[in-house]
């Protein structure tokens, strides 16, 4: 393979790490055999790389797939989209960074609030008191047994926003995704 595609697959490949390793070397896989079609088509290794457009667009549009494919919420899917979003321009520089991280601190506010509201009625049944764990809003402090009702009623609405704004955020990565694809199909 020429030393132009060569360095393009390397830069494609860059972009796509935080992917697993397999589903990166099955991507790179699909781009090589596609260029050697190309090439055997009698296109030069400029051309080529005109028709895949920029490296950067083309790892884009992949992680967006591999991102919509499974759009369940993980720490490597966060570390996906935080990838895809460096290279995904103005919508990924400030919308996405908001939606993936607030997201994932919802999810983990809607875990830990029951928890600190069992815990902090359990230390009250136990004489103790916890004043690190408050339930606190504005000039009123709310007894634990309170506490522990409010906490069991805002730890799955917390929860819940927290996947709406990964489901948005998962959403948000398809669109620009299917942008990439559909610049790369006009191209070609």
Request: aromatic content about 12%; hydrophobic content about 55%.
């Given at each position: 393979m020429d030393k132009v595609l060569s360095s393009y697959l390397d830069q494609v490949d860059r972009r796509l790490r935080p992917l697993p390793a397999a589903e990166r070397a099955d991507i790179v896989q699909e781009i090589r055999s596609e260029?050697?079609?190309l090439e055997a088509g009698g296109l030069t290794p400029e051309q080529i790389c005109g028709r895949l457009g920029e490296?950067?667009?083309?790892?884009?549009?992949?992680?967006?797939?591999?991102i919509a494919?499974?759009?369940?919420?993980?720490?490597?899917?966060?570390?996906?989209?935080?990838?895809?979003?460096?290279?995904?321009?103005?919508?990924?520089?400030?919308?996405?960074?908001?939606?993936?991280?607030?997201?994932?601190?919802?999810m983990f506010s809607g875990i830990i609030s029951p928890l600190a509201g069992i815990l902090k009625y359990a230390a009250a049944l136990a004489g103790f008191d916890l004043?690190?764990?408050?339930?606190?809003?504005?000039?009123?402090t709310a007894?634990?047994?309170?506490?522990?009702?409010?906490?069991?009623?805002?730890?799955?609405?917390?929860?819940c926003a927290g996947r709406g704004l990964w489901?948005?955020?998962?959403?948000?990565?398809?669109?620009?995704?299917?942008?990439y694809r559909d610049l790369q199909t006009r191209a070609l």
């Open positions: 260029m050697l079609e490296p950067k667009g083309l790892a884009a549009a992949y992680l967006g797939d591999a494919k499974n759009p369940g919420f993980s720490w490597s899917r966060l570390g996906a989209v935080a990838a895809f979003y460096s290279i995904s321009g103005a919508v990924g520089m400030f919308v996405l960074p908001s939606t993936s991280v607030l997201a994932a601190g919802l004043p690190f764990i408050m339930f606190q809003f504005g000039a009123y007894s634990p047994a309170m506490a522990l009702l409010l906490s069991l009623i805002a730890g799955p609405l917390l929860f489901r948005l955020t998962v959403r948000l990565v398809q669109k620009i995704g299917q942008h």
